[in-house]
């Protein structure tokens, strides 16, 4: 396979570093005026921001999960599932049975979308919150062993009484590398792959989730986020501005606070936290992030690897390759032939990950593709790796036997296979 070949994943956007600081790359052939761009969005991705008035980076809050990207996106990967601390990396969807007035998850009242369980002085947090985890044990039909994680999530100390039926969603920050390429890959390529899935009438049935852009107030393709709600770069940003840190913008006006009992907290004031250039270069930034090329394609065990993931078919969900559009002011992002081993669609993975949240048009079992590329080095950039949508994964392993509902028969083949196999199949994954 070419891929196999180059181990170009990103086409163009590649670069050769496998050091801790391999997802922090721009892409090569920037202008010097975009570089510029990347480098300030860069420098902001890092930045701690503060409660206002402040006379820089201010706007914190007053109710937030972090106080800056990169606390939760370590070193542009991932995070570590833990709440509570400035690297805690996983929070809390909340909301209740309905749906929002775009067909969004219905806000709980009193907390919104999203539980922020940090809060400035004088505030109280949302609530608390605290995992547990109950360790299982998988036996493969040749004997051997593997252990798993069950995490259990309790809500604690609520500054106002919890709603009745409230549903939770965990979702730890994923990596950042190669979005300005997935941003670009046409609709008609999305939706091919699900036209695919329903022509083929098998167990596969991935499909697109169509969600509300508060900028454009428009109902479009979703691609980002862990239940792809999120349908391009601008708005996946300012959210996470908002949501995760309290910050407004342009894009996201409202404190996300705003409504709630502790509204009349926050200072009376005009305009927003932050200026649109601010959230126009933290864009970039996002956007403009290379991907890390292949390790070892010539092993024979990582080719032996490959080929086995292809024929236990993890390759109808986890598409190797991909072309993307036009993108007329990146032209490096432009009609690049990419490997990011996701189709972008929601697949059911049954009930054992499933967080019985619907968002949007994706249920309770469904969940994005996660894109492969720069798997093989979350160990580098983030020193302990975890892995699916809550972090409860700590080896590629653990995650495959995760899988289940669309995805059974493929774990199902996965543990049939002998030790050999299977060892080929994740020293496949890892050089990615």
């Known amino acids: 396979m070419l891929t196999s070949i180059l181990g170009c994943l990103g086409g163009a956007a590649t670069v050769f570093d496998i050091s801790s600081a391999s997802f922090s790359s721009p892409i090569p052939g920037l202008s010097a005026w975009n570089q510029h761009i990347h480098d300030l ?7 701690a ?3 206002a008035p402040a006379p820089y980076f201010g706007g914190l809050g007053p109710i937030f999960n972090n106080t800056s990207c990169t606390n939760c996106h370590h070193n542009d990967g991932i995070g570590i599932p833990t709440v509570g601390t400035s690297s805690s990396s996983l929070l809390l969807r909340i909301s209740i049975s309905g749906n929002d007035p775009f067909g969004g998850p219905n806000p709980a009242p009193g907390f919104g979308g999203q539980l922020q369980n940090v809060a400035l002085f004088g505030v109280q947090p949302e609530a608390q919150v605290n995992i547990s985890y109950t360790e299982n044990y998988f036996t493969y039909p040749d004997g051997s062993i593997a252990s798993l994680r069950t995490p259990a999530y309790a809500l604690t100390s609520p500054y106002i009484p919890l709603p009745a039926g409230y549903m939770i969603s965990p979702r730890m920050a994923p990596a950042v590398i190669g979005m300005g390429l997935l941003e670009n890959v046409p609709e008609a390529t999305i939706l091919a792959f699900q036209s695919a899935n329903a022509a083929a009438g098998g167990a596969v049935k991935g499909h697109a989730n169509y969600v509300y852009n508060p900028y454009t107030h428009q109902t479009e393709l979703g691609r980002f986020g862990l239940k ?3 349908s391009n770069l601008q708005v996946q ?12 913008s342009y894009v996201q006006p409202l404190k996300s606070v705003h409504g709630q009992s502790q509204w009349s907290i926050i200072p009376d004031t005009t305009g927003t936290d932050i200026p649109d250039s601010i959230l126009n270069a933290v864009t970039f930034y996002v956007r403009t992030l290379a991907v890390p090329a292949r390790r070892n394609v010539t092993d024979a065990q990582v080719i032996q690897g490959e080929k086995l993931f292809t024929q236990l078919n993890c390759t109808s969900c986890h598409q190797p390759t991909m072309y993307t559009g036009v993108n007329e002011t990146l032209p490096v992002l432009s009609h690049q032939r ?13 009930t054992a990950l499933a967080d019985n949240r619907p968002d949007y048009q994706a249920n309770g079992n469904e969940w994005r593709t996660t894109p492969l590329w720069g798997i093989g080095l979350l160990e580098k950039t983030n020193g302990t790796p ?9 080896t590629l392993e653990e995650a495959i036997l995760w899988h289940d509902g669309e995805a059974h028969n493929a774990k199902i083949a996965f543990t049939q296979r002998s030790k050999t196999d299977r060892d080929a199949i994740v020293a496949f ?3 990615l």
């Open 41 to 47: 969005g860069d420098k902001i991705f890092s930045q």
């Open 49 to 51: 921001f503060v409660a």
């Open 228 to 230: 792809a709600n999120t």
């Open 237 to 248: 940003v300012a959210t996470a501005f908002q949501q995760d840190m309290g910050i407004t």
């Open 338 to 350: 990419i490997h990011p081993y996701t189709d972008l669609l929601v697949h059911d993975l049954g």
């Open 386 to 394: 975890y892995y699916l949508h809550d972090g409860r994964a700590r």
């Open 429 to 431: 994954l890892q050089s």
